[in-house]
């Protein structure tokens, strides 16, 4: 009996650190995994915060210019069709060349089929000489309104002889183009009074 107590005594202790492996051992270092995993978390967390920051501040140091850039963009393509407007705009252009003759017939707006802006089809006319229209053009060219020229035909402007009736030309020219303006204005078009859509209530 005496030489089996060592034994037990050996199985028992083995049995204790087995129970101490299981109890206490194993769920610290299941512990410490989880706090590693979480560790590595919040390290990608804030280098994603980082790279946020850094966007963040790129951002607030181009405020200046892109409110620039959206100012023009207005400037551009305006909220409204503001008829008025354009045709100062294009009768100083005409004041500037020296032509002889100015013509404006503006379109009605229409919405474009993505609906994000409204075009404006409109008729110009003008005579003059040939660096006047040139000059025309050019002015046109650089209107601060966007406008894109989809037609453009350039003849010689004639004149009927009072002695005659034949047509004798001259060395004046006659351009007539047909030039698109746009607008953000999509309560334009056809049936609609050009401008912005306000809510009657209220009225």
Same mark, same amino acid.
């Given at each position: 009996?005496?030489?089996?107590?060592?034994?037990? =005594?050996? $199985?028992?202790?083995?049995?204790?650190?087995?129970? =101490? $492996?299981?109890?206490?051992?194993?769920?610290?270092?299941?512990?410490?995994?989880?706090?590693?995993?979480?560790?590595?978390?919040?390290?990608?967390?804030?280098?994603?915060?980082?790279?946020?920051?850094?966007?963040?501040?790129?951002?607030?140091?181009?405020?200046?210019?892109?409110?620039?850039?959206?100012?023009?963009?207005?400037?551009?393509?305006?909220?409204? =069709?503001?008829?008025?407007?354009?045709?100062?705009?294009?009768?100083?252009?005409?004041?500037?060349?020296?032509?002889?003759?100015?013509?404006?017939?503006?379109?009605?707006? $229409?919405?474009?089929?993505?609906?994000?802006?409204?075009?404006?089809?409109?008729?110009?006319? $003008?005579?003059?000489?040939?660096?006047?229209?040139?000059?025309?053009?050019?002015?046109?060219?650089?209107?601060?309104?966007?406008?894109?020229?989809?037609?453009?035909?350039?003849?010689?402007?004639?004149?009927?002889?009072?002695?005659?009736?034949?047509?004798?030309?001259?060395?004046?020219?006659?351009?007539?183009?047909?030039?698109?303006?746009?607008?953000?204005?999509?309560?334009?078009?056809?049936?609609?009074?050009?401008?912005?859509?306000?809510?009657?209530?209220?009225?």
């Amino acid at each position: 009996m005496n030489r089996r107590a060592p034994i037990i =005594a050996g $199985v028992i202790a083995a049995l204790v650190a087995l129970l =101490a $492996v299981f109890l206490l051992v194993l769920p610290k270092m299941g512990e410490v995994s989880t706090t590693q995993d979480e560790l590595q978390t919040a390290e990608d967390q804030e280098v994603n915060l980082a790279a946020q920051l850094n966007a963040l501040q790129d951002a607030q140091a181009a405020a200046p210019e892109t409110e620039q850039e959206i100012a023009a963009i207005d400037a551009e393509i305006p909220p409204t =069709a503001d008829l008025p407007s354009l045709f100062r705009l294009l009768q100083g252009a005409a004041d500037r060349s020296a032509v002889d003759f100015f013509s404006f017939t503006p379109g009605t707006p $229409v919405p474009n089929a993505a609906g994000s802006f409204s075009t404006i089809a409109s008729q110009v006319t $003008v005579s003059g000489g040939y660096f006047a229209i040139d000059e025309f053009l050019f002015l046109l060219e650089t209107l601060p309104r966007a406008a894109k020229v989809t037609t453009l035909a350039v003849t010689p402007a004639a004149a009927a002889s009072t002695e005659s009736t034949t047509t004798t030309s001259t060395s004046t020219l006659q351009l007539q183009i047909t030039v698109e303006f746009y607008t953000t204005d999509l309560s334009a078009g056809p049936g609609s009074i050009p401008g912005p859509t306000q809510s009657t209530t209220g009225a």
